[in-house]
């Protein structure tokens, strides 16, 4: 019986130990995301048009601010170059 108590006992404290990591890794992660909609939400402010040249400063805009706090790197949204006028080639 005071195995069975024991075993109990141990079996509870590693539960709440592992409980207690997986919300201190889940409460890492939304802090990682929440800055990550920061950048974004402010290079959208800094950057509000539509066009390329605005994109492309959002998007070193929110690489510096990821950088700058840590977070690893996005892919950019931006196109490198202006696509090609579909109608130019006709």
Do not use: Y
């Not at 539960?15 to 995301?33: D, G, I, K």
């Not at 290079?43 to 700058?68: E, G, I, T």
């Amino acid at each position: 019986m005071r195995l069975k108590t024991m075993g109990l006992a141990i079996g509870s404290m590693l539960l709440s130990a592992s409980l207690a990591h997986a919300q201190t890794v889940q409460q890492q992660a939304f802090a990682r995301w929440r800055a990550q909609d920061k950048c974004l939400l402010d290079a959208v402010k800094a950057f509000p048009n539509r066009d390329l040249d605005s994109q492309q400063k959002r998007d070193l805009f929110v690489d510096k601010c990821q950088s700058d706090h840590g977070l690893p790197a996005r892919a950019h949204v931006a196109p490198s170059e202006p696509a090609a006028d579909s109608n130019a080639a006709h």
